[in-house]
């Protein structure tokens, strides 16, 4: 089956880094999505991999294996803003993302 | 209009009532998809269409009907409404450098 897997919550400290993790399995796989969501709105595209490796996108970076079937999220520099779920996508062969339930990041001041 | 726009923004309907969700895109995306959002759980895909004039089911389509007329519009119809379908839907089309999907605000629909 297809199936993606990741923390439901993680709090943190405005500055600090904090990583999201997420395990994935897709039949077949055609990239690896990012989505940012806010409470009451649209989830909001962030990053995407491919190829493994580290993404690096200002304050946000993304890494991929896909022998490990992980990614995962690197926020640094928390702030306020940035308290939001993350949500963790696997395109899977048809090109259809298959959604991890997001993580809840809280951050404390 | 500016990217993906969806109507109503939110709406109570009573059971057994027909009802439909609108969605319009001018991004010129040839995929469409809804989905809807129920706490604790991942997005889940209701139906899409891959280009004008094709649809298909996805994970949870019961219950929901499709039609793709033209490229922009994407509506989304509930036959016969149920309290399960009380949920958070969410219009997208995909496009762009890595086919990301875009999301439309959402609908927050509550079926009594």
């Known amino acids: 089956g297809q199936n993606i897997d990741q923390p439901t919550e993680m709090t943190a400290t405005e500055g600090a880094i904090v990583q999201i993790n997420c395990t994935y399995q897709t039949s077949g796989f055609n990239g690896l999505f990012w989505y940012q969501q806010h409470a009451g709105e649209a989830p909001t595209f962030l990053s995407y991999n491919v190829l493994d490796g580290l993404e690096e996108k200002g304050r946000f970076s993304s890494f991929l294996s896909r022998s490990k079937g992980y990614s995962y999220l690197l926020l640094k520099e928390l702030q306020m803003k940035d308290s939001a779920s993350y949500l963790c996508?696997?395109?899977?062969?048809?090109?259809?993302?298959?959604w991890g339930a997001g993580t809840k990041l809280i951050i404390k001041p | 209009i500016a990217g993906i726009t969806q109507a109503p923004t939110s709406q109570i309907l009573a059971a057994g009532r027909r009802m439909t969700l609108r969605c319009t895109q001018d991004m010129r995306h040839n995929a469409m998809y809804w989905y809807r959002q129920d706490l604790g759980l991942g997005l889940r895909l209701i139906h899409y269409s891959n280009t004008a004039g094709t649809t298909g089911k996805g994970e949870v389509p019961d219950g929901y009907s499709v039609s793709r007329a033209n490229t922009d519009d994407f509506p989304l119809t509930l036959a016969s409404a149920v309290p399960s379908q009380t949920s958070v839907y969410f219009c997208?089309?995909?496009?762009?450098?890595?086919?990301?999907?875009?999301f439309g605000p959402g609908t927050r629909l509550t079926v009594l």
């Open positions: 996508a696997g395109m899977d062969s048809n090109y259809q993302l298959i």
């Open positions: 997208a089309s995909s496009g762009g450098e890595n086919n990301e999907q875009f």
